[in-house]
């Protein structure tokens, strides 16, 4: 072997070692459940792989509106309808499609719930920290905790329950500043929602269609980043496949979003009463549209375990 090849191949070995090295401290350093420092960040969105097989009525796909906005908590205690919220922050909808596919490897929803606001979502380029090549940087200072299991154990999103179902409740009240009619003008001309996003959006409807999963639209309030440009082009889209859509930006008899105590910070986020009213009203939507196949498990024993899971919800926001 000529000192060419000799050089090569000790690069190569190099290389090789290097990589199983960080891909070993990735491993070591990655929450292996959600109660680790971090866990929330690596397990946020995925929930459903650990819940029982075809377990929940419902699924709702989105970005932080979602975990901060929706309750499946308040949807079981109130209506008796189990549901996760795979809501991640700023989620792309290419990410969305990824995590439908994920769904149906243990999950058949009866409803599917697309939130709007991740139409608008550019695909930058940033640390997810739910992939473990990146874990290095998202979760160094984990050194600080490290047990023994972390160096011989494979973080799994199958093997532990999130009591939350994907909901971050915050008792947090900050009045938005923002006037109550934020939306603008109702004939204002749609916004073009980006190509890429349109396509997705195109391919996560086919794909409910496909597998036999009805699916709602829905935007939950947000006076930061949602107005009737937005409204009216996303109207226009769902029109065209067939899909409802509801806008709770726009107030009606039944919900009205409250601008001084519903948000935990200036209207992009709501915080536990903002998410309990929103919650409840989709769940009564539900009950109105989808009860032919969505029903009241409250009382069954199959679905005790969601007690808990109300009994930890109210545990966490009480006042």
Not at 288 to 297: A, G, R
């Amino acid at each position: 072997m000529n000192k060419r090849m000799k050089r090569l191949s000790l690069f190569l070995l190099c290389a090789i070692f290097s990589v199983g090295v960080y891909l070993y401290i990735g491993m070591v350093v990655t929450p292996k459940n959600i109660k680790d420092s971090g866990g929330q960040l690596y397990y946020r969105g995925m929930g459903f792989l650990a819940e029982p097989e075809n377990s929940l009525d419902v699924i709702v796909y989105g970005n932080s509106d979602v975990y901060s906005g929706f309750s499946p908590a308040v949807l079981f205690d109130k209506f008796g309808y189990t549901a996760y919220g795979s809501g991640r922050p700023k989620q792309t909808m290419t990410n969305v499609n990824k995590l439908l596919q994920q769904t149906l490897k243990k999950q058949q929803p009866k409803l599917a719930i697309l939130e709007t606001d991740c139409f608008y979502s550019k695909s930058d380029i940033q640390l997810d920290a739910s992939n473990i090549l990146f874990a290095p940087f998202v979760y160094h200072s984990r050194w600080k905790e490290l047990k023994t299991r972390d160096f011989h154990d494979f973080p799994s999103r199958k093997e532990m329950v999130d009591l939350n179902k994907g909901h971050i409740p915050s008792k947090i009240v900050y009045e938005a500043k923002y006037k109550t009619d934020y939306m603008g003008n109702p004939k204002a001309k749609p916004k073009e929602i980006p190509k890429e996003n349109e396509k997705q959006i195109r391919s996560f409807i086919e794909k409910c269609k496909e597998e036999n999963i009805p699916l709602l639209m829905v935007e939950l309030p947000s006076p930061s980043s949602w107005n009737y440009a937005k409204h009216n082009a996303v109207k226009e889209l769902a029109k065209e496949h067939g899909v409802e859509f509801i806008d709770m930006n726009i107030p009606t008899e039944e919900f009205c979003v409250d601008l001084k105590t519903d948000f935990r910070d200036n209207g992009n986020h709501l915080n536990t009463l903002g998410a309990a009213k929103s919650t409840e009203y989709i769940g009564q939507y539900i009950k109105e549209n989808y009860s032919h196949c969505i029903k009241d498990k409250r009382g069954n024993k199959n679905y005790e375990a969601w007690e808990d899971v109300v009994d930890y919800y109210h545990s966490r926001t009480k006042l």
